[in-house]
């Protein structure tokens, strides 16, 4: 058995746009309690660390004492390996959607070092649908209710924290399979795809973003290495190259 929460403290909890100090201590409260490290708050609208941190207590208080504020949500996962994104919506453009114990599940196959960023939207609206491309998952937690499915943040930070808490006590032989590319790395990967694939036609000049998703869902299922990432980019300079000079020489490309 492994110590439960032992590699929880690899997780972060990313704020986005939160509306409230309350309600940010509130949230660090339940991540500290599920033993989760770290707290990253994006744009929030009105930060009182004092207040947060009343709320907080003790559970929490470091999480808060040690927030980190960024401007925007790609800034906030950029070293993080794996991103899921929570939401109460539905909608074909939003998913595929896990449950927040099967999300469990599959973290625990990830590698010991990857870290994890688990994503809240503003209290009211949730995450936007471009915001949610940024997440290799999505996360909708089942109520009762199919049209009353709101949470506020601290409860569905401690959902997602609870199970998993749960998955992480439990007895596991997987051996993790890759080492994740942080998602800077992936992001600037995908930046480069859609230059190149525009370049040859592949992808329309407008709505990039909706056609690259294929791509993102195929990769999202399998995760992507440094080595990986760098594999799709230099295939992205041999496109580029090729539209910008023409075809290779056939005695380059044959090594002669």
């Not at 559970?59 to 991103?83: C, K, S």
């Not at 997602?160 to 051996?175: F, H, K, N, R, W």
């Not at 294929?214 to 539209?243: A, D, I, M, P, Y």
Request: proline content about 6%; hydrophobic content about 45%; overall charge positive.
């Amino acid at each position: 058995m492994k110590p439960a929460g032992a590699k929880l403290d690899r997780v972060g909890v990313v704020l986005v746009r939160p509306k409230l100090s309350e309600n940010i201590g509130a949230a660090a409260r339940a991540a500290g309690n599920m033993g989760l490290g770290r707290l990253i708050l994006v744009d929030p609208f009105d930060f009182d660390p004092q207040t947060a941190m009343a709320v907080a207590t003790r559970a929490g208080q470091r999480l808060v004492r040690e927030a980190r504020v960024t401007a925007t949500l790609v800034e906030a996962l950029a070293d993080f390996h794996y991103v899921a994104g929570t939401t109460a919506r539905s909608g074909s453009h939003r998913g595929p959607f896990l449950t927040p114990r099967a999300l469990a599940s599959h973290l625990t196959e990830l590698g010991p070092n990857d870290r994890i960023a688990l994503v809240f939207g503003p209290e009211r609206t949730g995450l936007t649908t471009a915001e949610l491309r940024h997440c290799q998952a999505v996360i909708s937690i089942p109520t009762a209710s199919k049209t009353v499915k709101s949470l506020n943040l601290a409860q569905a930070v401690l959902i997602l924290g609870y199970e998993l808490l749960l998955a992480e006590a439990g007895p596991s032989d997987t051996v993790p399979k890759i080492q994740r590319a942080p998602m800077a790395e992936v992001e600037a990967m995908y930046d480069h795809m859609v230059r190149a694939f525009t370049a040859v036609g592949f992808l329309p000049e407008e709505n990039t973003e909706h056609w690259l998703m294929s791509f993102k869902r195929l990769f999202n299922r399998t995760g992507l290495t440094h080595s990986e990432c760098n594999l799709w980019r230099g295939l992205c300079r041999q496109v580029e190259h090729v539209v910008k000079n023409g075809p290779w020489p056939k005695k380059m490309m044959n090594n002669e």
